[in-house]
């Protein structure tokens, strides 16, 4: 079996890594040409992968990247068996020493989150509008997910609105039709700078820049549920998050994109905490585009149609153990 060589940055780490597979032998080297060896063998859904040499002592963060690279080519692949493991550091929440998961490797955030792992403080509720809910986390400024994607061949990632860097390119998007269609946001940029700026102030929101191999492509409104205009409408849970999305870059317009950008976003929101259990989505009702991409995709279901004031919508959710379970990424 033979994979293309493919290039990976994680934001956990500070080094390049450069991954290939000839003849079922599997070459992780990193910008400091630290190198990992592996051969593997492919048994119906289950991988195993035996070390074969490393040039460091601590070859942990070259498995994880092996292991990423494996996984994403491999879509079938349910299961790790790992063979010779007694110099490898797994830091997997638990995992058993030689075998994990394909679901359980894909909800650590140690390579696509701004994070190297979970941290779970103390719940310390508040009310919102006379909502109670938990008591948010700030954001994190600037880049907050990044993953390579295989089916694109390209690296996605996502990073938190600028006003001033992003104005004219938002100004933009929303002035296409078949984005103000839905939006309803075709505005002169004085107005839409003070909607992003009140978007980046509200502690619910998480306003995000989606880009591909650093072309700018699209845009996510992400939330927490039970303080949103959402939550009311359903028995929404503390940690439930939603979002909208749009894409903007007339370039990346395609079944193969927009499959790319929602699940890296339905990742990057589960990997934000291991609390989370579900995400929601409340497109407009006539949305068939939305609706039938849903309906396809793994691990949404179609609950209900509702009314907004302002709109007739349709509540979609995503579950994670349907998401993750479901070999998804």
């Known amino acids: 079996m033979n994979i293309k060589e493919v290039q990976y940055s994680p934001l956990s780490s500070s080094f390049t890594f450069k991954a290939s597979l000839e003849n079922n032998t599997a070459v992780v080297r990193n910008n400091l040409d630290h190198v990992l060896t592996t051969s593997i063998e ?24 092996t292991t990423e690279y ?28 030689d075998s994990f998961s394909r679901m359980e490797f894909f909800q650590i955030p140690s390579l696509w989150h701004h994070t190297t792992e979970f941290s779970v403080k103390p719940e310390k509720w508040i009310e919102t509008n006379g909502r109670a809910h938990p ?56 107005e839409l700078k003070e909607y992003m700026e009140k978007g980046l102030k509200d502690p619910h929101q998480f ?34 998050r939603g979002f909208h999305f749009l894409i903007g870059n007339k370039k990346f317009l395609g079944y193969t994109n927009t499959d790319s950008i929602v699940k890296s976003g339905l990742h990057f929101l589960y990997l934000d905490d291991p609390r989370t259990r579900r995400i929601m989505a409340e497109p407009r009702s006539d949305n068939q585009k939305v609706l039938k991409y849903a309906e396809a995709s793994i691990g949404w279901t179609k609950l209900k149609e509702f009314d907004f004031p302002h709109k007739r919508a349709a509540l979609l959710e995503n579950k994670r153990e349907v998401f993750f379970g479901g070999n998804a990424l």
């Open 207 to 240: 306003p995000m820049i989606v880009e591909i191999d650093n072309e700018l492509v699209g845009y996510y409104e992400m939330y927490w549920v039970p303080e949103d205009r959402l939550g009311p409408y359903y028995e929404s849970e503390a940690f439930d």
């Open 70 to 97: 494996l996984l994403g080519h491999l879509p079938e692949i349910k299961s790790v068996k790992i063979v010779n493991s007694h110099n490898l550091l797994l830091p997997l929440y638990g995992f058993e020493k």
């Open 135 to 190: 008591q948010r986390t700030a954001p994190h400024e600037g880049m907050v997910y990044k993953r390579y994607v295989p089916q694109l061949e390209k690296t996605v990632t996502f990073r938190r609105l600028q006003v001033e860097k992003d104005l004219d390119t938002f100004h933009e998007w929303h002035n296409q039709f078949r984005v103000y269609h839905f939006w309803e946001l075709n505005k002169p940029k004085e």
């Open 42 to 65: 492919v048994n119906e859904t289950t991988l195993t992968i035996k070390i074969i040499d490393s040039s460091v002592k601590d070859f942990t963060e070259l498995f994880l990247i």
